[in-house]
DNA sequence: CGGAATTGCTTGCGATGACAACTATTGTAG
DNA sequence: CTACAATAGTTGTCATCGCAAGCAATTCCG
């Protein structure tokens, strides 16, 4: 709760209006896209949280991965994954596996339950991202969102591991 | 925990690869982003929660606001607003006033020092989404970014106003 | 006018997730 | 080979937030 320590001040450019307007509309869309998106997910038990779960997992040969990995690629801390594999776990949807090669490490393994719900429920996603997203723009916006974000995700990744 | 009743399957038209691509990246860099601005007020003892509490507050005439509208704009639950009301007021940014015009309505107004704070904080907050956002993309990519999400944010509306 | 529905906010409770501390395993020096 | 450091995961504790319930004030109608 104690602040930190705060940097100087520094004579920073402002956002112009299209620049403001931007990030202004990114940042409603993206809180508004966050609540629909559960909608679109919630009548099969799941949260979004939930389901990108089950699609990193799928998407990974033999459905498995390590706790940790799966933790990095979800921005989740360590506890936090932990706690929600407990909730799949329970639903029967993911197991924990030991690794043979690294006894500290546990799998994430996506059960045939899991890959079946996943199944049933990834085109009502996609048909929730189509509606509020993608199908709202042109496909030159789309495709000039596509390149916009990929330089700003690897602007991010680059900070990040600055960071370390 | 119950799932709801799930719908019947539809026959859904999946994501072509620059769609795949632009709402993968979408998402990455929002969860990226989401992590990196609260660096960027944290040193002043503000969560990014906080912090749109202090700027829509700030954008208001005398900087006061109902409690349920700015509940909408940040599209918090009442009781959400309330508590994080509660650290703000403990933090002596911001204050509570009860309403002439209607004794249900409580005020969040904006304190002197809640304002200065915001004035501490913001050209930092704004370097933020310059480094990472902003100055990512050309000026046309930004343009187009405004009004993509203008369209999509409207949609994102519309559909909220229709579940109602 | 007066009771019923509505609105605005708060509180109890449960779910989620972060941080720090802890255990267990692996890697690295000396 | 042994100590020390680093890594992987879990657990305790705490903060945040949503839902349902509750209370107070207002509005709607008959």
Same mark, same amino acid.
């Given at each position: &709760? ?14 112009? +209006? ?5 990030? !202004? ?8 896209? *966050?609540?629909?998106?559960? $909608?679109?997910?919630?009548?099969? @038990?799941?949260? &979004? @949280?939930?389901?990108?779960v089950?699609v ?9 991965? !390590? &706790?940790?990995?799966?933790? @990095?690629?979800?921005?989740l ?6 706690? !929600?594999?407990?909730?799949? /776990?329970? =639903?029967?949807?993911? =197991?924990r596996? +030991? ?5 500290? /490490? &546990?799998?994430? /393994?996506?059960?045939d339950? @899991?890959?079946? %719900? %996943? /199944? $049933? ?16 723009m ?14 700003? !995700?690897?602007?991010?990744? $680059?900070? *990040?591991? *600055?960071? *370390?």
């Amino acid at each position: &709760m104690a602040p930190e320590r705060r940097p100087a001040t520094t004579a920073s450019r402002w956002l112009d +209006p299209v620049e403001a307007t931007a990030w !202004r509309n990114f940042i409603d869309s993206t809180n508004a896209l *966050q609540h629909v998106l559960e $909608e679109d997910v919630s009548p099969f @038990g799941l949260t &979004m @949280g939930d389901y990108e779960v089950l699609v990193r997992l799928s998407e990974r040969p033999e459905r498995r991965q !390590r &706790m940790c990995d799966l933790a @990095g690629e979800l921005r989740l801390s360590p506890s936090g994954l932990t706690r !929600r594999l407990d909730g799949l /776990v329970r =639903s029967g949807l993911v =197991s924990r596996e +030991p690794s043979n090669d690294d006894r500290r /490490v &546990m799998l994430a /393994v996506l059960t045939d339950a @899991g890959y079946d %719900l %996943l /199944v $049933e429920a990834a085109p009502h996603h996609v048909d929730g991202v189509r509606k509020h997203f993608i199908d709202r723009m042109t496909p030159a916006e789309v495709a000039a969102l596509a390149t916009a974000f990929e330089k700003i !995700r690897r602007g991010l990744i $680059e900070h *990040q591991e *600055q960071q *370390q």
